[in-house]
């Protein structure tokens, strides 16, 4: 098992934040590629990052977007649609919709619209 597994998201979505926030967006449009992700509602992510979920249960509690199969790419060195562990290939999922945010791709491509 992966470290980062257990890991909370709460502990690593303020990195999130600022990586996006540095490069001019904003939390809400992170917030708006989270929930697309991971089918969420606003108050559902509130509600994991304020119990401290992990990576594990956050993406066990998901209904992963059926589009996410099209988000592919390189995150640490690593194709994201070749990670053969599912929940691995999920937190990269993300790792890369955050990416794209930061570097101002535009919200229709990063939804996979």
Same mark, same amino acid.
């Given at each position: ?32 590629? =989270? ?11 509130? !509600? ?30 690593? !194709? ?10 999920? =937190? ?17 491509? =990063?939804?996979?619209?």
């Amino acid at each position: 098992m992966h470290r980062v597994f257990t890991m909370s998201v709460a502990s690593v979505y303020p990195h999130y934040v600022t990586k996006a926030e540095r490069k001019g967006r904003t939390q809400a449009e992170l917030d708006q590629v =989270i929930r697309w992700l991971t089918g969420f509602d606003q108050d559902a992510l509130d !509600r994991h990052l304020a119990s401290g979920t992990t990576f594990e249960d956050f993406f066990a509690d998901a209904r992963l977007n059926p589009n996410a199969s099209l988000i592919t790419g390189v995150v640490c060195g690593v !194709r994201v649609e070749d990670i053969d562990d599912p929940l691995m290939q999920q =937190i990269r999922y993300l790792d890369k919709l955050v990416d794209e945010l930061a570097r101002g791709k535009a919200m229709e491509k =990063i939804l996979r619209a």
